[in-house]
């Protein structure tokens, strides 16, 4: 299995969907799948929520970051302060997508933390899945306090 | 009977309950193994994690001068606390310079070991826990029975009671899906209106002054993000060198606890927010005295995973609030004595010294052992019971005396052999309670040894 494979299959055990498109089928496939989605990776909208209050922000139905590389062995994705217009954001939305290019996977966590640099960075975070909690009997149930559902585009 | 020995009774009255805790805990043990497999180095990456730990234990005074400078640096307020009360007193200044009314916590054991929330609820102060499993039992006014699963000793039938009396969910209700909903909801609300939230702390970086959460539920970084003013808790030993040595423990972390490859989330705080405060409060209390005696120091190497008790055949069986202390399980029974030998002097004889945990211990830290150093430490203190020291004290003369041995060995097997069960099974044989022995076998090893020896 080469990395892909493997982030694919890790991200769908833990939870998430995982859509395979080229970059010029992305704004096709948000228009039909994802009608309402808020695309973060616009600067316009991102300067719209630079100042948002949390109650507007709780609103939020669907959200759409572009994560800066994923790592194939757990199917974490990393997002920093750069990448997000307010923190809270990828956690209040309720439903989460994130989109990496196929060409910004590493194997491990060990390689993953020579890609970052976190002396320069007020706040990052590896997202790997959707919300989720087993506190109750080990049964296991998404949509603990963060996203409910994480999609993961992956471009190439 | 021991304290620990009358509480896990109590746990096996149930014993439907008592069976699904085993069979739940061994079935996430099994997780780990599973996961533990598909990574080849592995053991590798146990040996670099406990290299790492050690060396943080050696130069602990620098690594920790060297976070706070960072971290200053960075606009971090970084606090230190010499035990619970000081740390205590320091998250109600906080608390008070802030004004704030609602606070939202996420896990931390340290807070459990200080006793915080009910040192705030005594000056008035509420604080949400917003983890599901703290939320549950801090409803049920308990403590957590396990470090990662706080409510795992509870049934769904008796959350779907509580959350019907706290939460107005349905009576009777008890699907999980439904009540982590209602959960969801109620702590939403929680989030919204923080205005200051606490965490834990898995891993503070030396080198870049960041502290980094992993959470599945992602309520660390709701209070987090939500809240103005973030204050962060760390035990001295949470602190590691390198922002790469993350790739160890990250690697190393959820696969040990849960058997995930990774946590939903691993959150690292490096600055506060755009208008809000970071605070990282550093306590000591107890930690100095534990790392002064080598026999001792490697239990500091702890990440707080939980795979000791999963696999804990003691704690399977007789559940966490058997322990009494805040860490239950083979790791709790080598750090509580620390604190108070006489109190605690039975948690390291609730073990079977089998190695499990030493073996699926991330860090490597040899519990076991010191788990039998414990015994023989608290033995010498006179800590343990007059009647245990008793019976240790025949049991030594016997084996250093070879005709006393073979006299009582033969006494022993003619015994079994005539007297009734009801006088062989009476009330002081506390070990036949529940066990049967085998039949006494003709004769002794040693008899037979001889005899075939010859031939």
């Given at each position: 299995m080469n990395n892909i494979d493997i982030l694919k299959e890790r991200l769908e055990n833990a939870g998430a969907s995982v859509i395979l498109l080229t970059e010029n089928q992305l704004q096709s496939c948000l228009e039909t799948h994802f009608p309402s989605i808020l695309n973060f990776t616009d600067t316009v909208t991102c300067e719209e929520y630079r100042k948002a209050s949390l109650e507007k922000m709780e609103k939020i139905d669907t959200a759409l970051f572009a994560g800066r590389f994923a790592v194939a062995e757990n199917g974490a994705i990393w997002l920093e302060d750069e990448d997000?217009?307010?923190?809270v954001l990828p956690f209040i939305t309720q439903k989460l997508v994130l989109q990496i290019h196929?060409?910004?996977?590493?194997?491990t966590m060990q390689e993953a933390y020579q890609q970052i640099s976190l002396q320069n960075t007020g706040f990052g975070v590896f997202i790997s899945g959707p919300s989720k909690t087993a506190?109750?009997?080990?049964s296991l149930v998404y949509g603990?306090?963060?996203?409910?559902e994480l999609t993961v585009i992956m471009l190439s | 009977m021991s304290e620990h020995a009358k509480k896990a009774k109590l746990f096996l009255a149930d014993e439907s309950r008592s069976r699904w805790h085993d069979e739940t805990l061994w079935m996430v043990r099994q997780k780990r193994d599973h996961v533990a497999g598909m990574v080849p180095e592995w053991e590798d990456l146990r040996q670099q994690a406990s290299d790492i730990k050690t060396d943080v234990l050696e130069h602990l005074p620098k690594y920790l001068q060297q976070f706070e400078e960072k971290a200053t640096h960075h606009g971090v307020i970084v606090l230190h606390a010499k035990d619970a009360n000081e740390f205590n007193q320091l998250i109600l200044s906080i608390i008070e310079k802030h004004e704030a009314k609602n606070i939202v916590k996420s896990k931390s054991m340290l807070t459990e070991e200080c006793g915080l929330n009910r040192f705030l609820h005594t000056r008035g102060i509420e604080v949400t826990d917003t983890d599901l499993g703290e939320r549950i039992i801090q409803f049920r006014g308990e403590a957590p029975?396990?470090?990662?699963?706080?409510?795992?000793?509870?049934?769904k039938e008796e959350i779907g009671e509580t959350f019907h009396e706290k939460?107005?969910?349905?009576?009777?209700a008890s699907d999980p899906t439904y009540l982590t909903r209602a959960a969801r909801l109620h702590l939403r609300q929680k989030f919204l209106s923080a205005d200051l939230a606490i965490t834990g702390v898995n891993f503070a970086i030396a080198e870049t002054g960041t502290v980094v959460v992993c959470t599945n539920e992602g309520n660390a970084d709701m209070g987090v993000h939500c809240a103005p003013i973030q204050v962060h808790c760390m035990g001295i030993e949470k602190i590691i060198p390198r922002q790469t040595d993350l790739g160890i423990f990250t690697r190393l972390l959820a696969r040990s606890a849960?058997?995930?490859?990774?946590?939903t989330y691993t959150s690292h705080y490096g600055k506060a927010k755009p208008g809000g405060t970071m605070y990282v409060v550093i306590a000591d209390n107890g930690r100095t005295p534990q790392l002064a005696e080598p026999k001792y120091?490697?239990?500091?190497?702890?990440?707080?995973?939980?795979a000791c008790m999963n696999t804990c055949p003691v704690f399977r069986r007789s559940g966490?609030?058997?322990?009494?202390?805040?860490i239950p399980g083979p790791i709790g029974s080598i750090l509580a004595p620390r604190r108070d030998e006489k109190k605690w002097s039975d948690l390291p004889i609730a073990?079977?010294?089998?190695?499990s945990c030493s073996n699926v211990c991330p860090a490597k830290v040899n519990i076991h052992e010191q788990l039998y150093a414990w015994r023989q430490d608290l033995m010498q203190h006179k800590k343990t019971s007059w009647l245990k020291r008793v019976t240790m004290k025949i049991t030594g003369i016997v084996l250093a005396n070879n005709g006393l041995y073979n006299l009582l060995g033969f006494a022993a097997r003619k015994a079994l052999k005539y007297l009734p069960h009801s006088w062989v099974y009476?009330?002081?044989?506390?070990?036949?309670r529940g066990r049967e022995l085998p039949l006494p076998p003709k004769q002794s090893f040693k008899q037979w040894y001889k005899q075939n020896r010859k031939k």
């Amino acid at each position: 299995m080469n990395n892909i494979d493997i982030l694919k299959e890790r991200l769908e055990n833990a939870g998430a969907s995982v859509i395979l498109l080229t970059e010029n089928q992305l704004q096709s496939c948000l228009e039909t799948h994802f009608p309402s989605i808020l695309n973060f990776t616009d600067t316009v909208t991102c300067e719209e929520y630079r100042k948002a209050s949390l109650e507007k922000m709780e609103k939020i139905d669907t959200a759409l970051f572009a994560g800066r590389f994923a790592v194939a062995e757990n199917g974490a994705i990393w997002l920093e302060d750069e990448d997000l217009p307010q923190r809270v954001l990828p956690f209040i939305t309720q439903k989460l997508v994130l989109q990496i290019h196929v060409s910004k996977v590493v194997d491990t966590m060990q390689e993953a933390y020579q890609q970052i640099s976190l002396q320069n960075t007020g706040f990052g975070v590896f997202i790997s899945g959707p919300s989720k909690t087993a506190d109750i009997e080990q049964s296991l149930v998404y949509g603990a306090h963060g996203a409910r559902e994480l999609t993961v585009i992956m471009l190439s | 009977m021991s304290e620990h020995a009358k509480k896990a009774k109590l746990f096996l009255a149930d014993e439907s309950r008592s069976r699904w805790h085993d069979e739940t805990l061994w079935m996430v043990r099994q997780k780990r193994d599973h996961v533990a497999g598909m990574v080849p180095e592995w053991e590798d990456l146990r040996q670099q994690a406990s290299d790492i730990k050690t060396d943080v234990l050696e130069h602990l005074p620098k690594y920790l001068q060297q976070f706070e400078e960072k971290a200053t640096h960075h606009g971090v307020i970084v606090l230190h606390a010499k035990d619970a009360n000081e740390f205590n007193q320091l998250i109600l200044s906080i608390i008070e310079k802030h004004e704030a009314k609602n606070i939202v916590k996420s896990k931390s054991m340290l807070t459990e070991e200080c006793g915080l929330n009910r040192f705030l609820h005594t000056r008035g102060i509420e604080v949400t826990d917003t983890d599901l499993g703290e939320r549950i039992i801090q409803f049920r006014g308990e403590a957590p029975s396990h470090i990662v699963l706080p409510a795992i000793h509870l049934k769904k039938e008796e959350i779907g009671e509580t959350f019907h009396e706290k939460l107005g969910t349905e009576a009777g209700a008890s699907d999980p899906t439904y009540l982590t909903r209602a959960a969801r909801l109620h702590l939403r609300q929680k989030f919204l209106s923080a205005d200051l939230a606490i965490t834990g702390v898995n891993f503070a970086i030396a080198e870049t002054g960041t502290v980094v959460v992993c959470t599945n539920e992602g309520n660390a970084d709701m209070g987090v993000h939500c809240a103005p003013i973030q204050v962060h808790c760390m035990g001295i030993e949470k602190i590691i060198p390198r922002q790469t040595d993350l790739g160890i423990f990250t690697r190393l972390l959820a696969r040990s606890a849960t058997g995930q490859h990774v946590t939903t989330y691993t959150s690292h705080y490096g600055k506060a927010k755009p208008g809000g405060t970071m605070y990282v409060v550093i306590a000591d209390n107890g930690r100095t005295p534990q790392l002064a005696e080598p026999k001792y120091r490697q239990a500091l190497k702890c990440l707080r995973c939980g795979a000791c008790m999963n696999t804990c055949p003691v704690f399977r069986r007789s559940g966490g609030h058997s322990y009494g202390y805040t860490i239950p399980g083979p790791i709790g029974s080598i750090l509580a004595p620390r604190r108070d030998e006489k109190k605690w002097s039975d948690l390291p004889i609730a073990s079977s010294l089998c190695g499990s945990c030493s073996n699926v211990c991330p860090a490597k830290v040899n519990i076991h052992e010191q788990l039998y150093a414990w015994r023989q430490d608290l033995m010498q203190h006179k800590k343990t019971s007059w009647l245990k020291r008793v019976t240790m004290k025949i049991t030594g003369i016997v084996l250093a005396n070879n005709g006393l041995y073979n006299l009582l060995g033969f006494a022993a097997r003619k015994a079994l052999k005539y007297l009734p069960h009801s006088w062989v099974y009476m009330p002081l044989n506390a070990w036949g309670r529940g066990r049967e022995l085998p039949l006494p076998p003709k004769q002794s090893f040693k008899q037979w040894y001889k005899q075939n020896r010859k031939k």
